[in-house]
């Protein structure tokens, strides 16, 4: 599909209802996004970034089994609040309910971490390092997906459950995951920007106290 790139910037979204999990998403495709994502900024170009593609039926269930658990109580919570009449739970339950039941089904799942080579100390430093490895990548996997048809969702509520996952998949000790994202092609083309809080809310101009105005 063709999508101008501010529109593929302003509306790639996290899609849960519209991914098709009939439909296979081929391992060339997956790579080919990973081949992208790969061009993402890293720190000191050492990519430490690590990708686990996850097709296996069975792995897949289990990783939706152990999402379903963490997420359950909040799962839960959205639930009791739609039944109370409560508007944008209603919402959420609709676009979210069964993919958080059935993420296990969307044919792809990838988790990303990236490895520990020993300065992810909990330091400012550290941290940010770390993480910002491998996050601008999944976001551009996220990217190439969508300019494949494919839909996607990053995910980490799992990782309440991370050690598990850590099992099922035999990460080594040095993974620190970062995410999942779930891939399935998209049963809808178009998607629109999403409302977000005005940008005064969250950009400072200079310093803490500098004001932006909101329109330039
Ligand atoms: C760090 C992070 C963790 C997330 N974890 C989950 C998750 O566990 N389950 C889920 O359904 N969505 C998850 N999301 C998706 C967010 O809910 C979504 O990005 C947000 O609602 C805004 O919607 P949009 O991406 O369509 O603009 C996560 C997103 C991020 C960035």
Redesign the pocket.
């Known amino acids: 599909m063709t999508l101008d790139p501010h529109e593929l910037l302003s509306t790639t979204?996290?899609?849960?209802r519209h991914l098709d999990r009939t439909r296979d998403v081929p391992l060339e495709v997956v790579l080919d996004c990973l081949r992208v994502a790969q061009q993402a900024p890293n720190g000191a170009d050492a990519e430490t970034w690590r990708f686990v593609v996850v097709r296996d039926p069975g792995r897949r269930a289990a990783i939706g089994d152990c999402?379903r658990r963490a997420?359950a109580d909040f799962a839960a919570t959205v639930a009791e609040r739609a039944v109370a009449g409560e508007a944008w739970a209603a919402r959420k339950l609709a676009s979210?309910g069964v993919?958080?039941e059935h993420l296990g089904e969307v044919p792809v799942l990838v988790v990303a971490g990236v490895e520990d080579q020993g300065e992810l100390d909990g330091s400012p430093y550290g941290l940010a390092s770390a993480y910002a490895s491998v996050l601008p990548a999944v976001w551009s996997l996220q990217l190439a997906a969508r300019l494949r048809g494919v839909g996607s969702?990053?995910?980490?509520?799992?990782l309440r459950l991370a050690d598990e996952v850590t099992g099922l998949l035999g990460l080594p000790s040095t993974f620190r995951h970062a995410?999942m994202v779930a891939l399935g092609y998209l049963t809808k083309e178009r998607f629109r920007p999403?409302p977000r809080r005005p940008l005064s809310d969250i950009v400072r101009l200079d310093h803490w106290e500098g004001v932006v105005p909101e329109q330039p």
Request: one cysteine or more; a positive charge; charged letters at 10%.
């Open positions: 979204r996290s899609v849960r999402y997420n979210s993919f958080w969702c990053l995910v980490t509520s799992h995410g999403a």
